[in-house]
């Protein structure tokens, strides 16, 4: 076979290529998208226990941190974690629902168990400079 030959039948065999490039990765997608290849994991179940303060209960920015506001008594609240020994409570904090701010289980009062809320820490917030 002539070199120039070779050459004109090169076009066709990368026009294969691509095509079954092609077919395998359109086969690829339809199947993820079917779930055929198996489903991601579905995220954490955001978990919120209602509940009520008993007294004027301060909040803290961090379990046994410095304190930022009080809650009246028979403010509801929500609680979104626990601490480790399960004495602190983060809750949504009922003047800004998008913050968090820890008050002692003691003042609170909640009629679901609080075995379901994840164990959360706290980071201590920081300052300007970096430094707590």
């Known amino acids: 076979m002539s070199p120039r030959a070779e050459r004109a039948d090169r076009p066709r065999d990368w026009l294969a ?10 086969l690829a997608f339809t199947a993820g998208a079917l779930g055929i290849l198996g489903r991601p994991p579905a995220p954490p179940a955001i978990v919120d226990v ?10 803290l920015d961090c ?4 304190a930022i506001g009080l809650l009246r008594p028979d403010t509801i609240v929500f609680a979104t974690a626990r601490s480790a ?3 602190w409570l983060a809750l949504r904090d009922p003047a800004n629902n998008y913050e968090t701010v820890w008050v002692a289980r003691a003042e609170l009062v909640f009629g679901d168990p609080l075995t379901d809320l994840p164990v959360d ?7 300007k400079d970096g430094k707590p």
Not at 50 to 59: C, D, E, Q
């Open 63 to 66: 379990p046994g941190g410095s």
């Open 50 to 59: 209602a509940g009520s303060v008993l007294r004027g209960a301060p909040t």
């Open 85 to 87: 020994d399960g004495d």
């Open 17 to 26: 290529w691509l095509g079954a490039a092609l077919g395998v990765g359109l």
């Open 121 to 127: 820490g706290c980071v201590a917030p920081t300052g």
